[in-house]
């Protein structure tokens, strides 16, 4: 148990579905991320929210859309996605800049 | 060139064998993460360091700094320590790491 959880774990869309992956950390932290992780590649970070507010934006395309309502939890909006796209999606948590606990993640498959 | 590079990229040992998995990165850094990632795609942090040695356990993580080198070294290796080792370097006061390909490494009983 990480204290960092992700649902779903699997999840399967067309491209003209719309979905949202969830995150939830009950750890206290104060920054919260999003990682993609393609098949062969290195992890890739997508966004991270400090305190709420989104300090990086690593040149995501828009139909990834991410959502920070309060600490404890992070949404990753979905639509019109290509297959392209399919990978595992992990999410994270830190106090500040330490070290990060990382959740199960969600295996995105896009048909 | 890869800002993050690690070998071996793939590693097989025999139970007990002691393991090294390097890690040479270009840029300078105010830490170095080390994680893990089992089968099915979890990560584990197993090391925050920005200088000298760190040691759990079994596990024992090194940096040089002057060197942009860090080395994490398993004892005793056992086949449930077979996983994805990744070194992710963190630069400055930034939130964002930069990951390494990782190190598979296989430990057969």
């Known amino acids: 148990e990480t204290g960092v959880t992700q649902t779903p774990r699997h999840l399967v869309m067309g491209m003209t579905n719309k979905k949202s992956l969830k995150c939830e950390q009950h750890?206290?932290?104060?920054?919260m991320y999003w990682y993609k992780q393609s098949a062969k590649k290195p992890l890739e970070l997508m966004f991270v929210?400090?305190?709420?507010?989104?300090?990086e934006n690593n040149s995501v395309p828009s139909r990834f859309s991410p959502e920070c309502p309060n600490s404890s939890h992070l949404f990753l909006h979905l639509h019109t996605l290509q297959p392209e796209d399919s990978a595992l999606y992990l999410c994270?948590?830190?106090?500040?800049?330490?070290?990060?606990?990382f959740g199960p993640g969600t295996r995105l498959t896009v048909t | 060139k890869n800002e993050v590079e690690q070998s071996p990229q793939n590693l097989t040992a025999q139970e007990g064998e002691f393991i090294t998995i390097n890690c040479s990165y270009s840029?300078?850094?105010?830490?170095l993460h080390w994680l893990q990632q089992h089968p099915g795609g979890g990560i584990v942090s197993l090391f925050m360091?920005?200088?000298g040695k760190k040691k759990h356990g079994r596990l024992i993580a090194t940096i040089n700094i002057q060197e942009k080198h860090s080395s994490l070294h398993i004892t005793a290796s056992h086949p449930r320590d077979s996983a994805v080792y990744i070194c992710?370097?963190?630069?400055?006061?930034?939130?964002?790491?930069?990951f390494g390909k990782g190190t598979l490494l296989t430990v057969n009983p």
């Open positions: 994270a948590s830190s106090r500040d800049r330490v070290e990060q606990y």
């Open positions: 750890l206290g932290h104060n920054a």
């Open positions: 840029v300078g850094i105010s830490a």
């Open positions: 929210y400090s305190l709420e507010e989104r300090v």
């Open positions: 360091l920005s200088s």
């Open positions: 992710a370097p963190q630069r400055g006061s930034n939130y964002k790491l930069t």
